[in-house]
């Protein structure tokens, strides 16, 4: 990755600022959409926005731009100012994090290439990511701007690509620092057929990473608190079959639910398989990175049922959700030990 080994160790300092900073934004972001906060700040303010209202008259401004959009009518028509503040710092703390993310990355970034410190893949790669830091700013506002005039909360659609978009510029990161610290060059794009179990279980964990913005955009979490069931039933039983129209099943509480049910038995099963394989072919060198794996499912699973039974408890709730990037990790882990032998 470096053409000067003098310049190891701030390269690790770096990347591992630069992860912890977005793991600490995923975790904001999520209690953010727990709170209801996200369209607290109705406005951009890309450069206004750094500084926090600093006095009563800056206080009611705010509070008087959000008395003009749907959720506070229909969803928090009797909120105080003083409730307001909380859910415009949550907010607030969750853009200031996402231009702190911008500078740390960009600056460090200048240098490198400035000093030549880089290989040129990873002056592309690197780069390539930075663009994507950025994008997700526009992703964030394009998200907000869903809920800003007729819905009392963002669109899903929106919610979930704003959130896999965090978790690509994440695992990414993850996989620069795997390569670094193991002194190798593994693409992540490898097409051999014995590693077909490993992808599939990536590609389930991303898949499932959609589903769940979904249900947390929907509120889905709120129905069917039941559990292994859905009330009395497998399968939702408000829901009807409706003519070919993806859209109408993605907007339908109930089947995003049962979707996101069914995806956690599905990657249970795919993660046994694979440790069974492991297992089988004395790969021993692999253990204790998928004990690490397996333990991690096991807790998303475990989280996922007690969110529901809960009646999604903001603590449980982003409990589950930081338990989500540490089987990201863990995962990219598992399947880099794999490409390196």
């Known amino acids: 990755m470096l053409k000067n080994n003098n310049y190891n160790k701030i390269l690790v300092l770096w990347l591992v600022s630069l992860i912890t900073l977005i793991i600490l934004m995923i975790v904001v972001g999520g209690l953010t959409r727990l709170t209801d906060s996200g369209l607290s700040i109705t406005s951009w303010e890309l450069f206004r926005g750094i500084i926090p209202p600093l006095n009563n008259e800056n206080w009611l401004l705010y509070f008087s731009e959000y008395k003009k959009i749907p959720q506070f009518n229909i969803l928090n028509p009797l909120i105080s100012l003083e409730e307001f503040k909380v859910i415009y710092l949550w907010e607030y703390f969750h853009r200031l994090l996402g231009r702190v993310i911008g500078l740390t990355f960009l600056l460090p970034l200048v240098f490198f290439i400035y000093k030549d410190i880089l290989k040129d893949e990873y002056k592309y790669k690197l780069s390539l990511v930075f663009i994507l830091v950025l994008a997700q700013g526009f992703i964030g506002w394009y998200m907000v701007q869903s809920g800003l005039t007729e819905n009392i909360s963002v669109s899903h659609y929106r919610l979930s690509l704003h959130l896999i978009v965090a ?98 038995y599905l990657i249970l099963i795919i993660i046994i398989y694979i440790g069974f394989n492991i297992y089988k072919q004395k790969k021993i060198f692999l253990f204790k990175h998928y004990y690490f794996l397996f333990l991690f499912v096991l807790v998303q699973v475990i989280l996922g049922i007690f969110v529901l039974l809960s009646g999604v408890n903001i603590v449980v709730a982003s409990m589950h959700q930081i338990s989500s990037i540490f089987l990201i990790i863990f995962s990219l882990n598992l399947y880099h030990r794999l490409l390196m032998k």
Request: hydrophobic share 55%; glycine share 4%; net charge positive.
């Open 167 to 264: 978790f690509i510029i994440l695992s990414s990161l993850i996989w620069f620092m795997l390569n670094f610290l193991r002194k190798t060059n593994v693409s992540f794009f490898d097409f051999k057929v014995d590693l077909v179990s490993i992808k599939f279980l990536i590609f389930l964990l991303f898949l499932q990473i959609i589903v769940g913005a979904f249900v947390s955009g929907l509120d889905a979490g709120k129905i069917y608190q039941t559990w292994p069931l859905m009330n009395n039933s497998f399968f939702p039983d408000d829901f009807k079959i409706h003519k070919i129209n993806f859209l109408y099943y993605f907007n339908d509480h109930g089947f995003v639910q049962f979707i996101h049910r069914c995806l956690a």
